[in-house]
């Protein structure tokens, strides 16, 4: 059974902008996705939208929903109210290019700044041997399909473009934690992750784990453990003074 919706598309570029109302037919079983390309084709046919694979599994289609940072393609019609307004805006954290396309560049260049795997030197390639209980814990943060909604929403680069330099963001940060719990990774993540991608910025509000689409649990897998390695390296007494005997010998 089908009816007709209310949407609001914002609508613009970098310098101007404005929400505009559309009607929308709507069938059963659509998604957000599936409106905004039929607005497309009947209402605004330069309507600027980014899209990949409408399965969940690229990140492409991140927007906002009545506000919520969501995948477009994974937001189910059926959720709202027939007679709900449905408000769909680019996202907030970055710079608009037009309509619901955002510059997500800035993702990019903190992935150039993460080190990759760093197996032993003396490990040739087709010689990695690990269990399965081994790699599970960072297992999990390979689920991340780089949609960025978890970027979008952390405030410390939402709300603070002073802080973007030295702040890689939680995307980034299980990416770090993933490395670190590698069992064949021999690269010191701990350090880097405080002193060059800002780890002591985040106050874990969990904010990135509500929005993420796969479910990862990125504050208390990722972030907090790594958190706590910090600690470890830096404050613990213990630690502290057996690095400073290792030192004099």
């Not at 101007?16 to 046919?45: C, F, M, S, W």
């Not at 970055?94 to 080190?115: G, Q």
């Not at 702040?167 to 934690?177: N, S, T, V, W």
Request: proline letters at 6%; a negative charge; glycine letters at 6%.
């Amino acid at each position: 059974m089908s009816y007709w919706a209310h949407f609001r598309v914002w609508r613009g570029d970098s310098e101007k902008g404005e929400l505009v109302d559309y009607p929308a037919e709507v069938n059963e079983g659509e998604v957000v996705l599936d409106i905004i390309h039929r607005l497309q084709q009947t209402e605004a046919g330069d309507l600027a939208v980014r899209w990949n694979c409408k399965a969940g599994k690229c990140g492409s289609c991140s927007a906002e929903i009545n506000g919520r940072p969501r995948l477009m393609c994974m937001t189910r019609m059926s959720t709202f109210e027939p007679d709900e307004v449905i408000t769909v805006t680019p996202l907030r954290t970055f710079p608009v290019i037009r309509d619901l396309v955002t510059d997500v560049s800035f993702n990019y260049t903190k992935a150039r700044e993460i080190p990759s795997f760093a197996p032993p030197p003396d490990l040739a390639p087709g010689e990695y041997r690990m269990q399965q209980v081994d790699v599970g814990r960072g297992q999990e943060f390979r689920k991340c399909i780089e949609c960025f909604l978890c970027q979008n929403v952390c405030h410390v680069v939402r709300d603070h473009e002073e802080n973007k330099q030295a702040f890689a963001g939680p995307r980034f940060f299980i990416r770090l934690a993933e490395l670190e719990m590698h069992p064949l990774d021999v690269g010191d993540r701990t350090e880097a992750a405080q002193d060059e991608h800002g780890l002591g910025y985040c106050n874990i509000t969990k904010c990135c784990t509500e929005v993420c689409p796969e479910h990862i649990k990125i504050t208390d897998n990722g972030i907090i453990p790594m958190k706590e390695r910090v600690v470890d390296r830096k404050y613990d007494p213990l630690i502290w003074l057996g690095n400073k005997i290792r030192r004099r010998r």
